[in-house]
């Protein structure tokens, strides 16, 4: 059976979530990921293959270069956990905005 990093302890690291952002848009090549930070390109690598153990990321080989690039199914998981805290908030400003509409305004004399 084979075990898969949790995508939440994947995402909690900067340099990995500055690669999704990377590879959203775009699929890359390890090599020009890596021109994106000031640590060796292995340990790029180290942090690629974590979000495709997680599913975060997907490669596809073009000719004898591997791109990465993100994979949206390996989101819905951090989406899915994610969208009750947004719901709740819609709510809440919905509502604060609500009653400043229904707030009396002041007059530009103060009175």
């Not at 989406?79 to 919905?94: H, M, V």
Request: proline residues 5%; aromatic residues 10%.
């Amino acid at each position: 059976m084979k075990l898969r990093r949790d995508v939440f302890q994947a995402i909690a690291d900067p340099t990995r979530r500055t690669i999704i952002t990377l590879v959203a848009f775009n699929a890359m090549t390890p090599t020009a990921i890596a021109e994106n930070f000031d640590y060796s390109r292995q340990t790029i690598s180290k942090h690629i293959q974590i979000l495709t153990e997680c599913e975060i990321l997907e490669q596809e080989q073009k000719g004898r270069e591997i791109y990465y690039q993100l994979n949206p199914k390996g989101m819905e998981e951090i989406a899915n956990f994610i969208e009750p805290f947004r719901k709740l908030w819609d709510d809440r400003f919905n509502k604060l905005e609500s009653i400043m509409k229904n707030y009396p305004k002041k007059h530009p004399n103060g009175i």
